[in-house]
């Protein structure tokens, strides 16, 4: 069985940590670096993970999966090159960093694959695109592929289209969540107690999601069937239109794939 460890437990590292075991995977198979003692007590004590240094998962795992924030990548790749053993698979969720970083920091001949993962991952509805590196073959994806499922979705994309990929799903889950935030406001402007116009807006957007999720219509389609003419609807659509939420998004989502990039040069030689 192979052993991974995950470097950085934090949400998504929880989350993928408890979606392999809930996918089958044995506790004493999973193991994960955290630098608060207080939460790795609790999660080894929820789950039975093993808490680990840096050092004793690249002895021991072949699968590293990074989970730090991009800001904190420096002193783990400096702290995990030379201890490294050959063949060992890196998995890295850090959003925005090429696997030409991982490459040039650990030793010649590292597979390296670069995932996209988003916060639904926390209730095992993650939409994940992976990217292999220069030295990753089609079985790395393969073994990348299988522990992503058990968290979600899994898409396989040219490493050229990463950053799109974190301006759109990576960062997706909160432009729908400032939406629905918006919509519960105009709830209570409207007269609606909060609670029920949070009712009210969740479960429309559920309901929502599924329609989509089936996939037999076009979103285009499932707007134009609510959208009566001379009708409410279509009145609202009109003044969104009219203040540019259209082109507001697009920019927004350009703008969050120009940071990716960003964060990728800061780490460039």
């Given at each position: ?5 995950v470097l950085g437990a934090g949400k998504i590292g929880e989350a993928l940590l408890s979606g392999l075991l809930q996918g089958g995977r044995a506790a004493a198979d999973l193991m994960f670096t955290e630098k608060h003692e207080s939460r790795a007590r609790s999660l080894t004590e929820q789950y039975g993970f093993e808490a680990v240094t840096v050092a004793g998962a690249a002895a021991r795992a072949d699968v590293l999966v990074v989970a730090v924030k991009p800001q904190d990548i420096e002193p783990l ?193």
């Open positions: 069985m192979t052993k991974i460890a790749l400096t702290e995990l090159s030379p201890v490294l053993r050959p063949g060992t698979l890196i998995v890295s969720l850090c959003a925005g960093l090429p696997t030409a970083l991982y490459e040039r920091r650990l030793p010649a001949g590292t597979p390296v694959v670069r995932v996209m993962p988003n916060t639904p991952m926390v209730v095992g509805e993650a939409m994940s695109a992976v990217s292999g590196g220069s030295n990753a073959t089609a079985e790395h994806l393969k073994v990348v592929e299988e522990l992503l499922s058990t968290v979600g979705k899994v898409a396989v994309v040219p490493e050229s289209q990463q950053d799109a990929v974190t301006a759109l799903s990576g960062s997706g889950p909160a432009y729908f969540f400032f939406l629905v935030e918006a919509m519960i406001d105009a709830g209570i402007l409207l007269g609606i107690p909060r609670d029920l116009a949070s009712q009210l807006i969740i479960q429309s957007a559920v309901g929502a999601a599924t329609m989509l999720a089936e996939g037999t219509s076009h979103p285009v389609i499932l707007r134009e069937a609510v959208t009566s003419p001379a009708g409410t609807t279509i009145m609202a659509i009109r003044e969104l239109e009219k203040h540019g939420v259209r082109a507001a998004l697009l920019a927004a989502i350009e703008s969050a794939r120009d940071r990716s990039v960003e964060l990728g040069r800061q780490h460039e030689d």
